[in-house]
């Protein structure tokens, strides 16, 4: 609960105004309980890194592991880009701001590293269903593309490209059709 209360608030206030205090004051829980559970504030974004990845691992394993064509896979990861400004909102942008601290915090990078290595674990298998010869490294690059989208609607709204084009454009451009041989 002190956890999805720091992701709303996260939401609302961004990360800096995230304190001890705050988030025992959204809960509604006595002054003194959040700081109880986590002593300090790495220890307060560990266990935010950690309830965004138990949601992540829900959300991914409620979507088919396997999509059978081309078509579900484009509306996985449409949907996926899409819960960022919808109902996963608060999970995206904690996850985003997270990672920003993750670049002074090494602990917390290796969290974050982890949440990055599950969810792409998944995706790679949705994506391989489909395009069975696409490489690590491609799909790699092609998760960091796809969070660098999903990055930059939440915050900045752009780019207003349809998602749906927008995943076809990705993929097409980076995973070869089947049968056609890369260049």
Do not use: C, W
């Not at 986590?38 to 309830?51: C, D, K, P």
């Not at 999903?150 to 349809?162: L, Q, S, Y």
């Amino acid at each position: 609960m002190l956890a999805d209360t720091a992701m709303r608030l996260i939401d609302e206030v961004g990360l800096a105004g995230v304190t001890h205090r705050a988030i025992d004051a959204a809960a509604g829980v006595p002054v003194g309980t959040t700081s109880n559970y986590f002593r300090t504030r790495s220890a307060l974004y560990e266990a935010i890194a950690h309830r965004i990845l138990d949601q992540q691992l829900a959300a991914l394993q409620a979507a088919p592991t396997t999509p059978p064509d081309r078509k579900d896979l484009v509306d996985s990861l449409t949907a996926a880009i899409d819960d960022g400004t919808g109902p996963a909102r608060n999970r995206y942008l904690a996850r985003f701001e997270l990672s920003l601290e993750a670049a002074r915090n090494p602990r917390l990078a290796a969290l974050m590293r982890e949440l990055r290595a599950v969810t792409l674990r998944i995706r790679t298998a949705q994506i391989r269903a489909v395009h069975p010869a696409a490489t690590d490294e491609q799909l790699d690059a092609l998760g960091s593309l796809l969070t660098g989208v999903t990055f930059d609607r939440i915050t900045v709204g752009v780019p207003e490209m349809d998602t749906r084009a927008l995943v076809q454009a990705l993929i097409a451009g980076f995973l070869p059709a089947e049968g056609r041989s890369e260049p």
